[in-house]
């Protein structure tokens, strides 16, 4: 039962849904791929409130079964419910996070607390949840097996987690809270995308853009003539740093892009989000009291890895010092040669990328210049990312032009498995538009499942500079990087090998949902897939083995930057949900200063990764008190890759056995002792440390 979760359903359904809209069967496309050729955007408000409307009926069905609760009329039953609603919210949700437009966002907003009430009406149901307590408290004497076993006590503790143990008017007051959560979060995604367009750097002087190549010039070209204004205009990224801070020549140019990328959600207009965020973190604390629970982190983190903020917040706060002194180590070598340029000037965020990469020609002989050339968009996606997964699993991937997608830029393969049987179907949308949410995601259309007998259909999604009509897409290795991120995550979801479709694929805790994809990086900078896909985009050249072994050796370059920004994010998003409840509304701004100089990372040249008022990822992505999740995971995914290293590398046996000891898995059994098993041990922190080049700073440290 894959109750939405991003909480998302324009019109008023008068409009009526019957057979002439497309969700209202299951698609016959190969895959049970959704027939996006077909689908208006009118299709899929009425299809969701059907979608409601016809799984709460099932729901009520189930609870007031007059039969003795079973596995089977209870668990089963809710597992095969739902099936309307999940195929119009699957796809709406890929094509309002990728393709949005305003009638889409109107629904968004309409449905937001339809959605959030729709799940209370689930979880929080008296007679649903005595059938589910009766058999978790008698499951000893099922005997079921693990995976079932594993569900009755996943959806026993998510209804308590919901608060189905509540009186009846704390019930009506968490409902309240709820509504106005969902759709608050679904109102800061509207502002941000709306602030985050029009934040975008925009000049008619093309000398201010002196150092970008002439492909992104043209690209900036273009994207000025897509929003019919003169000139030129540098769209944003989601991250507070900008990718062409590192070449941008002229300092009053970067200053400026970098101010409107810091302050995009912050000019007291429509689009300011600051309101919303104290708003967001106030009720969340309220909603953490109701529930029992000392903040709201407490509640969140109850079915995660870490089990409890202090438990997070100790793991983050090991990594402040050696990281943040071996940020000011570097930004030591920036002044020193600024200084030496004689540029009269302490340095500032906007400049640290830009002198960083200096600092990194000159000791590496590395230029960004030289190496996106070997990185073809294309080229990369079948020659390395594919190939990897190849050479691991044995799996293979033919293009099909015949699916129907959401936009023109989005490509379709059909993945086959080793012994050549259809195993999924994996879309991919890589480039930036204006109605696109900011960074990159995987998501599914179609979760696996062997109880409804479906195979997996996943996507991932990015923001990499699409060039003009007729260039290469030469992307840098942080975005080759990001490919193999995403990729991880598809794996994840393809390999998927369970019976129920609550426990499969990604449907794990956020501190080991980022595991797979973060270990899948690793295979990027691995000699024998860099060698296969690093060629020149004219010639097919491979990249110089002098010129890989610089990108090899500069690994740890900046990773006291890298680091400290991604910590100070954590941290930050920590600090707003471990607020007590009855804290008054917070000033952001405030709010954040004090957040980061309580944690010790408050470094004026290392701005946190996102700012407050336009972090996506807590207050509209489901990471609420969960953002620390991408460094618990990175924890995992090195001590995994070494695992690896000290048992041959990239082979097929290796990959195999993650495969069918992890990968496959999904949420079937505590992963904890999954991953252990797999290990043969608990993992250490030592690999990660390694790789970010701390180990001499920080020592050793434990989870």
Same mark, same amino acid.
């Given at each position: 039962?894959?109750?939405?979760?991003?909480?998302?359903?324009?019109?008023?359904?008068?409009?009526?849904?019957?057979?002439?809209?497309?969700?209202?069967?299951?698609?016959t496309?190969?895959f /049970?791929?959704?027939?996006?050729d077909?689908?208006?955007?009118?299709?899929?408000?009425?299809?969701?409130?059907a979608?409601?409307?016809?799984?709460?009926?099932?729901?009520?069905?189930?609870?007031?079964?007059?039969?003795?609760?079973?596995?089977?009329?209870?668990?089963?039953?809710?597992?095969?419910?739902?099936?309307?609603?999940?195929?119009?919210?699957?796809?709406?949700?890929?094509?309002?996070?990728a393709n949005?437009?305003?009638?889409?966002? =109107?629904?968004?907003?309409?449905?937001?607390?339809?959605?959030?009430?729709?799940?209370?009406?689930?979880?929080?149901?008296?007679?649903?949840?005595?059938?589910?307590?009766?058999?978790?408290?008698?499951?000893?004497?099922?005997?079921?097996?693990?995976?079932?076993?594993?569900?009755?006590?996943?959806?026993?503790?998510?209804?308590?987690?919901?608060?189905?143990?509540?009186?009846?008017?704390?019930?009506?007051?968490?409902?309240?809270?709820?509504?106005e959560?969902?759709?608050?979060?679904?109102a800061?995604?509207?502002?941000?995308?709306?602030?985050?367009?029009?934040?975008?750097?925009?000049?008619?002087?093309?000398?201010?853009?002196?150092?970008?190549?002439?492909?992104?010039?043209?690209?900036?070209?273009?994207?000025?003539?897509?929003?019919?204004?003169?000139?030129?205009?540098?769209?944003?990224?989601?991250?507070?740093?900008?990718?062409?801070?590192?070449?941008l020549q002229?300092?009053?140019?970067?200053?400026?892009?970098?101010?409107?990328?810091?302050?995009?959600?912050?000019?007291g207009?429509?689009?300011?989000?600051?309101?919303?965020?104290?708003?967001?973190?106030?009720?969340?604390?309220?909603?953490?009291?109701?529930?029992?629970?000392?903040?709201?982190?407490?509640?969140?983190?109850?079915?995660?890895?870490a089990?409890?903020?202090?438990?997070?917040?100790?793991?983050?706060?090991?990594?402040?010092?050696g990281?943040?002194?071996?940020?000011?180590?570097?930004?030591?070598d920036?002044?020193?040669?600024?200084?030496?340029?004689?540029?009269?000037?302490?340095?500032?965020?906007?400049?640290?990328?830009?002198?960083?990469?200096?600092?990194?020609?000159?000791r590496?002989?590395?230029?960004?210049?030289?190496?996106?050339?070997?990185f073809?968009?294309?080229?990369?996606?079948?020659?390395g990312?594919?190939?990897?997964?190849?050479?691991?699993?044995?799996?293979?991937? =033919?293009?099909?032009?015949?699916?129907?997608?959401?936009?023109?830029?989005?490509?379709?393969?059909?993945?086959?498995?080793?012994d050549?049987?259809?195993?999924?179907?994996?879309?991919?949308?890589?480039?930036?538009?204006?109605? =696109?949410?900011?960074?990159?995601?995987?998501?599914?259309?179609?979760?696996?499942?062997?109880?409804?007998?479906?195979?997996?259909?996943?996507?991932?999604?990015?923001?990499?500079?699409?060039?003009?009509?007729?260039?290469?897409?030469?992307?840098?290795?942080?975005?080759?990087?990001t490919?193999?991120?995403?990729?991880? /995550?598809a794996? /994840?979801?393809?390999?998927?090998?369970?019976?129920?479709?609550?426990?499969?694929?990604?449907?794990?805790?956020?501190?080991?949902?980022?595991?797979?994809?973060?270990?899948?990086?690793?295979?990027?900078?691995?000699?024998?897939?860099?060698?296969?896909?690093?060629?020149?985009?004219?010639?097919?050249?491979?990249?110089?083995?002098?010129?890989?072994?610089?990108? =090899?050796?500069?690994?740890?370059?900046?990773?006291?930057?890298?680091?400290?920004?991604?910590?100070?994010?954590?941290e930050?998003?920590?600090?707003?949900?471990?607020?007590?409840?009855?804290?008054?509304?917070?000033?952001?701004?405030?709010?954040?200063?004090?957040?980061?100089?309580?944690?010790?990372?408050?470094?004026?040249?290392?701005?946190?990764?996102?700012?407050?008022?336009?972090?996506?990822?807590?207050?509209?992505?489901?990471?609420?008190?969960?953002?620390?999740?991408?460094?618990?995971?990175?924890m995992?995914?090195?001590?995994?890759?070494?695992?690896?290293?000290?048992?041959?590398?990239l082979?097929?046996?290796?990959?195999?056995?993650?495969?069918?000891?992890?990968?496959?898995?999904?949420?079937?059994?505590?992963?904890?002792?999954?991953?252990?098993?797999?290990r043969?041990?608990?993992?250490?922190?030592?690999?990660?440390?390694?790789?970010?080049?701390?180990?001499?700073?920080?020592?050793?440290?434990?989870?």
């Amino acid at each position: 039962m894959a109750i939405g979760s991003s909480g998302k359903a324009a019109h008023p359904a008068e409009t009526g849904f019957g057979p002439n809209n497309p969700f209202y069967a299951p698609s016959t496309l190969p895959f /049970h791929a959704p027939p996006f050729d077909k689908i208006k955007d009118s299709d899929y408000q009425p299809a969701i409130e059907a979608g409601m409307a016809k799984q709460r009926e099932e729901i009520k069905v189930i609870a007031n079964n007059p039969a003795k609760p079973t596995f089977e009329n209870t668990f089963v039953a809710m597992e095969k419910s739902g099936r309307l609603f999940d195929r119009a919210m699957s796809a709406f949700n890929a094509v309002t996070g990728a393709n949005l437009n305003p009638e889409l966002q =109107k629904v968004q907003q309409i449905e937001a607390p339809k959605l959030a009430a729709h799940e209370d009406a689930i979880f929080l149901d008296p007679k649903l949840f005595q059938r589910v307590k009766a058999i978790y408290e008698s499951r000893a004497s099922l005997k079921l097996d693990p995976e079932s076993d594993r569900l009755v006590e996943y959806y026993y503790k998510r209804f308590v987690h919901a608060g189905a143990n509540l009186s009846e008017a704390d019930k009506t007051a968490l409902k309240k809270l709820n509504e106005e959560e969902s759709s608050l979060s679904q109102a800061f995604l509207t502002k941000l995308l709306a602030a985050t367009k029009e934040a975008a750097y925009v000049t008619a002087d093309r000398t201010s853009l002196a150092g970008l190549t002439d492909a992104q010039i043209a690209a900036a070209t273009e994207a000025a003539k897509g929003r019919k204004v003169e000139g030129y205009v540098i769209p944003l990224q989601n991250t507070t740093q900008q990718p062409d801070l590192t070449v941008l020549q002229r300092r009053p140019t970067r200053q400026a892009l970098f101010e409107d990328s810091w302050n995009r959600a912050e000019h007291g207009g429509a689009n300011d989000t600051r309101e919303i965020v104290s708003r967001l973190a106030q009720l969340r604390s309220e909603k953490a009291k109701l529930l029992g629970y000392p903040n709201y982190a407490a509640w969140k983190l109850e079915d995660q890895m870490a089990k409890t903020p202090e438990a997070a917040i100790k793991f983050m706060d090991a990594l402040v010092p050696g990281t943040t002194a071996k940020a000011h180590s570097e930004a030591r070598d920036i002044q020193d040669l600024i200084d030496a340029q004689k540029g009269g000037f302490q340095l500032q965020p906007w400049d640290w990328n830009f002198y960083s990469d200096q600092v990194r020609k000159a000791r590496y002989d590395l230029d960004e210049a030289q190496i996106k050339p070997y990185f073809e968009l294309n080229n990369v996606l079948e020659n390395g990312v594919f190939y990897a997964a190849t050479q691991l699993y044995g799996i293979t991937f =033919k293009e099909r032009k015949d699916i129907p997608v959401y936009q023109p830029d989005v490509r379709v393969f059909e993945v086959s498995d080793a012994d050549g049987k259809p195993m999924a179907l994996w879309y991919c949308d890589y480039f930036k538009r204006d109605n =696109k949410n900011g960074g990159a995601w995987m998501d599914s259309l179609v979760g696996q499942s062997k109880l409804l007998g479906t195979l997996p259909v996943v996507f991932n999604v990015a923001n990499f500079a699409k060039p003009a009509p007729g260039q290469p897409a030469l992307i840098s290795f942080t975005d080759v990087t990001t490919m193999f991120h995403e990729f991880g /995550h598809a794996l /994840h979801g393809m390999f998927a090998d369970t019976t129920y479709p609550t426990l499969s694929g990604t449907a794990v805790p956020r501190d080991f949902v980022e595991f797979p994809s973060q270990f899948n990086e690793h295979w990027a900078s691995y000699p024998g897939v860099f060698q296969h896909y690093a060629k020149h985009y004219q010639t097919g050249e491979p990249m110089p083995a002098e010129l890989a072994a610089k990108i =090899k050796k500069s690994i740890t370059f900046n990773q006291g930057y890298a680091l400290t920004e991604v910590v100070a994010a954590a941290e930050l998003d920590m600090q707003w949900h471990v607020l007590p409840p009855g804290t008054p509304l917070q000033k952001p701004d405030e709010f954040e200063t004090k957040a980061l100089e309580k944690t010790h990372l408050s470094l004026s040249y290392v701005p946190s990764r996102y700012r407050s008022s336009y972090f996506a990822h807590v207050w509209g992505g489901g990471y609420s008190a969960g953002y620390y999740a991408y460094l618990w995971a990175e924890m995992l995914d090195h001590d995994a890759f070494q695992w690896f290293e000290d048992h041959g590398g990239l082979t097929r046996a290796n990959g195999d056995r993650f495969r069918k000891m992890v990968l496959s898995r999904g949420n079937t059994e505590d992963l904890a002792k999954m991953y252990a098993t797999w290990r043969g041990g608990e993992p250490t922190i030592e690999p990660m440390l390694k790789y970010r080049g701390l180990l001499p700073t920080v020592g050793q440290a434990g989870q």
